[in-house]
């Protein structure tokens, strides 16, 4: 390991340094986003391929529904419990740095911006295995779950990239900023805010005082 921890807030311009000595290493750690479209939609065709005939249509829908509702709600809790939780020191610094506090320190770092598949793998394996294996259930609840990390994925990397014009796309950008350069403690729903609602941590704005009332 080659890399250093900054100081906590640091905004750094540019891409971020290598997090392991190991190019290939490196790379397992952060991917590109075309490496983790070619990882997961394959997954997703495949659990629609085999859930076929297993239920109607409208049903298979529903549990794809379910698996996304519940991806949804990993992206609120994962964010906020696993990758907020910032040990002082030792090697509990180090996996918060590697997974989420590379990302706050290079926001426009693509790799960095995309989930690591350290976290990614477990969460879209499991939910297949959950659902499909041990639940019984129609694997679309998988495909469903998995499509909803690929594009909360996707969305995340355009929020950070991108300079949206249509007047939702600009709140939720403007959101999910305030998370990363205003306040750190809310602000967890990424592709689902309303769970911040739900939840108690919804950035709000700021109270402005009109400029004619200012000295009255």
């Known amino acids: ?4 921890m900054s100081s906590k807030g640091a905004i750094q311009r540019g891409n971020s340094p290598p997090a392991f000595a190991s190019p290939l290493l490196d790379h397992i750690v ?3 986003p075309i490496t983790t479209v070619v990882m997961y939609a394959p997954a997703i065709v495949a659990g629609v391929w085999f859930a076929l005939g297993q239920a109607g249509g409208w049903a298979l829908a529903g549990w794809a529904s379910a698996g996304y509702v519940a991806w949804t709600l990993s992206e609120y809790w994962g964010h906020r419990i696993v990758l907020h939780y910032e040990p002082a020191q030792g090697f509990g610094a180090r996996l918060h740095w590697l997974l989420h506090g590379m990302h706050h320190e290079y926001p426009q770092d693509v790799r960095c911006s995309i989930l690591s598949p350290l976290l990614s793998i477990p969460m879209v394996a499991g939910a297949f295995y959950l659902s499909s294996g041990l639940g019984g259930l129609p694997p679309t609840v998988g495909a469903g779950y998995a499509f909803g990390y690929l594009t909360y994925d996707l969305f995340h990397l355009y929020l950070h990239q991108a300079r949206p014009k249509n007047r939702l796309l600009r709140r939720l950008r403007e959101l999910h900023m305030r998370h990363h350069f205003r ?3 809310r602000g967890f729903g990424i592709s689902a805010p309303y769970w911040d609602e739900v939840f108690g941590t919804s950035i709000t704005r700021p109270h402005r005082t009109p400029a004619s009332t200012v000295g009255a």
């Open 183 to 185: 306040d750190d403690t």
């Open 30 to 32: 952060h991917v590109r």
């Open 1 to 4: 390991m080659n890399a250093t």
